[in-house]
Structure formats: structure tokens, C-alpha cells
């Protein structure tokens, strides 16, 4: 009733090439932008910017990164967590060696540029073997950058225990400290980053992802070039994985070692577009709320219930009950709870008279 | 279409469970309760080590709690939050508890290297001190720079050096070290890596030579390090490993054919559940212990009668003598004096972190008030000052003789000409780094 197009219509070709051509649709998302703008920082408590919002749209932009290169490209890859250490170091080198460069925004760019770089040496490899194969390559770019990050020890100014830190940060002379300017920081960062990935997979560059992704000889064939198209999905995807890498180490952990970007944060990041749903944007934010969000909500609920248990317990709970729902959603919905989202509309659109 | 709806159902009470984390609850706090967040983990790879030590802590505050009605009237009120031993998620935790109670937690105790090296960046904004009791940054004990941090009694160069000079007395001085040959088999992490540049400088002293060769997370794989040992033949094997991963070295070590009694461990490297899965395989083996050792004491009595009898106890009553369940208790003791200490400046009443701050960097802790305590036969005296957040510097060497650890060597202290020069050129550099303001420590107090 409230959700239907009926009506519109599309006179222009600038009308019908719109990000979202339903004007609900467009509301809607304008509605949340502006809301998570303006409206959270009203009654958003400390604890739910540092431990919620801020990791949630950091590994949201991350997800964002590794859905181009796996859901829209189909290179599957399992280097995310070195990607994001690139942007990481790249970032905290540059913070630290070049300090009238004090600016986030350069920072966390050239993080991304380096981490791009890294992305298009890892992925020369892609043109030659596929699938499985490629995983277990990208496999390897995660133990190489885990032990680059762990042995040379300029890249850490050779501090005793490989730990580093990261001091005053701030932005075209605006310090960034408190919880919600590292929010609105990390908040206009994400909805700009994912603005451009949006209309990179809607435009020709995406459409060449995906005819590769489909089947890359037929692509090849039709005339796009493997190299580069594969090359470009790399770089893009290693992009958005460099900036949020620097973001998660800058912005969340303030201290980090090689450990914060592990082999795990890899698969977590591959779940979290597994279960968000592959090629799908939106995807990449309800898989990252999925994975993060769960556990907390999970660990937390027995004392918002008031039940008095063991933190034991509750730990081990925790662990059997996400796993449970993990597979409850891949049963039920194999296409991520992106294509929740799509079902849910299409049942919106025939409410309240479904045939 | 059943499956579908279900699917919708279930992402809607996921939803549904997000929108109840935003809404935040609002609890009533008892006034004159002191609040106290312990950053714990009893799941996880590390849970074995992580129990015992979680116990102890506890049953120190329900002793408190039980026996002297809290400190001076204040009652303890603690609250366990699981990290799993990793660092997101303990930084989560400390997030989670930091402004509970009246007050606002009085300190932290990480007990992990990680969550340590996270929440230094923390501490000062938030005011919270942290107390990390033996491990964490080497430099942090150096109070002008690392105003909220408290390594107490020991950290990992001290830990490193009072191995030395053990090894040093073995062979008969430092001077007899020249030209042997020793190796440290370590976690790959910021915990391991520690000691390395306390063993570096000693060796560049004495003239042995030194390897460190890491270990991955969670250290069950070893075979090519104990291979290259095997091969390279070292006079010494320092170990610096965490959970399964001591148990698995020494059952290489006895694989390899490795003296057990040439094999030092740090004090995270030696506790009963990291020899007991080694069996016979780890008769001889020696771990450094800074302070804390194994057995029952004065303490025990006490926490027979007022939690053990009646049932009260987080452990069972066997495991009270074992060294991470004993750790678990200093820690909530020391804890407990530095409360009892900025009570006698700010009052009696729940404190903040600020405040509490101040009772820890004047916490002194005379052999008499240890005996009264009764730790006696634990500990040593300490005192706490600006300059040194370590208190003290004296441990002692443990070996396990197949079913318990027993002492085998007099009190070392590390020693300070090595080990000061070090800790102010890395707390410097750090101050540098972050462009930390430093404080002048001959003007406190």
C-alpha cells in the first residue's frame, strides 16, 4: 500500500538512471543517512560509538571492499586482513614519519592507494588460476603481509614488542578525540566510499566485474580484457580494504598489532559478505551488523533478561547460539540477508492483498 | 514460501535485538558500593590458565566481602565480563563496564598483553588505572610518562633478568656466559616479543649468543622449532609461551631429548596446567616466578572458613594452592590496598579511577602488613612511587618435580643498571611519539 512505484514515472533517461528510481526507496536511504547523522548523536551513549557504531561501519566499508572483488568479480579471497595491515602500516608510517601530513583524510587515502598497490601485485596470479586455486594464492598474501608486519621492523619504528600506537589525530585542523567526532568522521567517510563503489558496479566498470564473474571467457570473447578488469577489481576492492584498515586501526583500536588483522579477520569479513549476500552493497552492511552485532547482543542478553549465570556460560552460549543462526540463515535464505531485504519488499508491494 | 517467512521472522528479531542494544538500560546502583570490573576469560583457547586466575580474583573480593564487610564499610561489587583473551573483545568489555557503580570502575587488570597495550591509549581519557601484574609495556613502569599504568611487582625485562642471573649463578657468574649459546622459544605476539630487547642487551654485556624464534598463535605447532634446536644445540632454553602452547614445547623439548632443567619459563609459563599435560616429560622444568608461588598460606584459612565451608568458593578447594589461583588473589589484594590507600585521603566512600590512581602510586606494603594480610611467605615488601610503577623487582626460580612446583633459588633482583636506562629510552621515545606531556616525578608528593 505504503511501498508501491505505480505512478512513477520515468520521462528522463537521468530519472531512470537513478541510484534508487522508487521514490520510497530514495526517501528511505536519504532518511537514514540523515538520521545517523543528526539524529544518534542526540542520545548515543559512549559505549554504543566505540563498541557498535564506529566497528560496524568500519568493517561495514571493508565488506563494501571484499563484495567487489568475491560478490561482484568472482575472486574469491581470503588476503582481506593483510589488505586492511597495508592500509593499517601504510597509514601509521606516514602518520609518523611525515608529521606535517596531520590530516586523517590524506592519511587514510594513502593507506588506501598502498593497500591498491599491494591488491594489484596479489592479483597478477588471478589471471591464471581460478576459484579455489586463487583462495589458496590470496591465502598465502596473508601469511607473507603477517610476517612482513611481524619481522621488518622499520615498518613498526622498531618498537620492542611490534605494538604500535598512534597519538593526536585531526582533520584540516579539526581534532578528532572524542567518541562522536570519531563517529561522524568514520559516518562521512563510509557513505562517501560507498556512494562511489555504488555507482562504480551500477557503470561499465562493474558490469565488466561482473560479465567476468559470470564467465570470463564469454567476457573476453565480447571484448573485455581479463587483465585488466580483474587487475581494476583488485585495486578498487584493496582500496575500500586499505582505508578500512587504517580507519580500524586509527579510529578503533589506537594501539594494534599484526594480530588485530589475522587470518580471522579475513574469514570474518568473508562471512560477513557470505551471509549479507554476495554482490549486493546492501549486503555488506547487514552481513557486517550480523557479525558484530550478534555476539554482543548474545553475550549481553541474559542480563538485560536478569538471569544470573556464569560469564562461562554465557560465553559458551554465545558461541552455540550465533552458530546455530548462521546455519538457520543459510538454510533458509542462501542468498544472504540481502535477498531477505528484496523479499521482504516484494511482499511489501502486494500488502495487505497478497493473491 | 514457509522457509521464506521464517527467514523474514528470524532477521526481524535480530533487528529487533539490535534496537534493545541501542536502547540503553538504566540500573539502580547501591550508593556506597565500590565497583570493580574484571576483565576475565574462562572460554577460549587460554581458558585453562585463564580459570584459575579468574577464581582467585573473585574469591579475594568475596573474602573482603565476607570477612571485613568491604574495605572500611564500602562493599566490593564485581563484575566478570569474558574476553576470550582477545583484544577486541576485551576492549569491548572494558567499554561495557567502565562507568558502572557509583564511581566508575576503581582500576582494571587486563590480564592479557594485548588488551594491556589497547586500553593504555584508554586509560588517560578515561581515568580508569590499569594494573598490569607482570606483564604489559616493559617502559610502562616509568610513572612520569605512563601516569595510569602499574606493571606491578615485576615486568617482563625484570622476569627476563632474574632468569639471567639465575642461569648466571648456574654457571658461575656472567663473565662464564661468553660463547654460550641461548635460545627463546616465543609467542608470536607483543607478550613474547617483550624480553627480546632486555636478552639482546645482555647478551651484547656478556658475550653469549642469543636467538629468539617465534611460535604462531596458538603455539601447537613447534616441530620446526625444536628441530633448529635440535640442530643448534643451546646451552639454554628460554620460554615465553601462553596456555597450550608451554605444554606443547616441553613435550617437544622431551621429544627432542632437550634438557627439561635447561628450560626457563616466564611466570605465564609456570603454572600446573602448563606442565601436568606434559606428564613425566616435565620433571626438571624451571619457570621464573615474580613474587607468587604454589602452596597454601596464612590467606587460606581464611577463605576456608568463609567461603569454602560454605560453599562460597569459585574453585574447588584443591586448586587454591595452585600459582595462577594465588596470582588471581594478589591481584585482587593489591587491588584491595590501593582502595584501602586513597581512602585515607579522599574518605571513606566508593572512588573513582582518579583517585584510586593516587592510592596505587602510593601504595607501599611493609613485610608486617603482608604477614597481617597473610601472604606471608608470598610476597615481598613493595612500594610504589612516580618513578616506579613496579614496586618490586625480586622473584624467585620455581622447578616442578613431576607432581608440584618447589623453590630452588634465594630472591634475585633484577638488576637496575641494565634494565632503567632501557625502560627511560623506550618510555621517552613513546612520549615523543604520542607527544605526551612528562610529568616531573621530584615534584610529587
Known sequence: ?355 | MRLGKAALLGAVAVAAGFVATASTTTTAWAQNEQYLAGLIYRTGAYAPNGIPFANGIADYYALINARDGGINGVKLNYEECDTAYATDRGVECYERLKNKGPTGTAYVAPLSTGITFALTEKAPIDKIPIISMGYGRSESRDGSVFQWNFPLLGTYWSAADIIMQHIAKKEGGFDKLKGKKIVLVYHDSPYGKEPIALLEERAKMHGFSFTPMPVTHPGVEQKATWLQIRQNRPDYVLLWGWGVMNSTSIKEAAAVGFPRDKMYGVWWSGAEPDVRPAEGGAKGYNAAMLQHGAGQFAVHNDLKKYLYDKGLGSAKWDETGEVLYIRGLINGMLGVESIRKAQTKFGNKPLTGEQVRWGIENLEISAARIKELGFEGVLQPMKVSCSDHEGTRAGRIQQWDGTKWTVISEWYESDDKVIKPMVEAAAKKYAEEKKLPIRDCSKEN
Open chain 1, 1 to 355: 500500500m505504503l511501498y508501491r512505484e505505480a505512478g512513477q514515472f520515468k520521462t528522463s533517461y537521468d530519472a531512470d538512471q537513478q541510484i534508487f528510481p522508487i521514490v520510497q526507496d530514495r526517501v528511505f536511504v536519504i532518511a537514514v543517512v540523515l538520521a545517523a547523522f543528526l539524529v544518534v548523536p542526540l542520545f548515543a551513549s559512549q559505549y554504543l560509538y566505540t563498541e557498535i557504531l564506529i566497528p560496524f561501519l568500519i568493517l561495514s566499508l571493508a565488506a563494501v571492499g571484499l563484495n567487489i572483488l568475491v560478490g561482484y568479480c568472482g575472486q574469491v579471497s581470503l588476503g582481506t586482513g593483510g589488505f586492511m595491515a597495508v592500509g593499517a602500516y601504510a597509514a601509521y608510517n606516514l602518520w609518523l614519519r611525515v608529521p606535517e601530513v596531520n590530516n586523517l583524510v590524506v592519511v587514510f587515502l594513502f593507506g588506501g592507494v598502498m593497500s591498491a598497490a599491494v591488491g594489484i601485485l596479489f592479483g597478477i596470479p588471478s589471471l591464471r588460476i581460478k576459484g579455489f586455486y586463487l583462495a589458496v594464492a590470496t591465502l598465502a598474501s596473508q601469511f607473507f603481509l603477517d610476517w612482513l608486519f611481524a619481522r621488518v621492523k622499520w615498518l613498526t619504528n622498531y618498537t620492542p614488542s611490534g605494538s604500535v600506537a598512534v597519538g593526536e589525530t585531526s582533520v584540516f585542523g579539526w581534532k578528532i578525540d572524542t567518541p562522536v567526532e570519531r563517529y561522524l568522521f568514520v559516518l562521512a567517510f563510509v557513505v562517501v566510499a560507498t556512494l562511489v563503489a555504488k555507482n562504480l558496479v551500477r557503470g561499465h566498470i562493474g558490469r565488466s566485474w561482473m560479465a567476468i564473474r559470470d564467465m570470463d571467457i564469454a567476457a573476453e570473447i565480447i571484448g573485455f580484457r581479463p587483465l585488466r578488469t580483474k587487475l581494476s577489481a583488485f585495486a578498487v576492492s584493496s582500496f575500500f580494504i586499505g582505508i578500512a584498515g587504517a580507519m580500524w586501526a586509527f579510529l578503533r583500536l589506537g594501539a594494534w598489532e599484526p594480530l588485530a588483522f589475522d587470518i580471522n579477520r579475513s574469514f570474518q569479513l568473508l562471512f560477513m559478505v557470505i551471509i549479507g549476500g554476495l554482490g549486493s552493497l546492501l549486503g555488506s552492511f547487514l552481513g557486517a551488523a550480523f557479525i558484530i552485532l550478534v555476539p554482543i547482543v548474545l553475550n549481553q542478553l541474559p542480563g538485560w533478561l536478569g538471569i544470573k549465570m556464569s560469564v562461562a556460560l554465557i560465553g559458551h552460549l554465545e558461541f552455540m547460539v550465533f552458530g546455530a543462526m548462521i546455519v538457520f540463515f543459510l538454510i533458509v535464505e542462501p542468498h544472504g540477508l540481502a535477498r531477505l531485504w528484496a523479499v521482504a519488499k516484494e511482499k511489501l508491494r502486494l500488502w495487505p492483498f497478497p493473491h
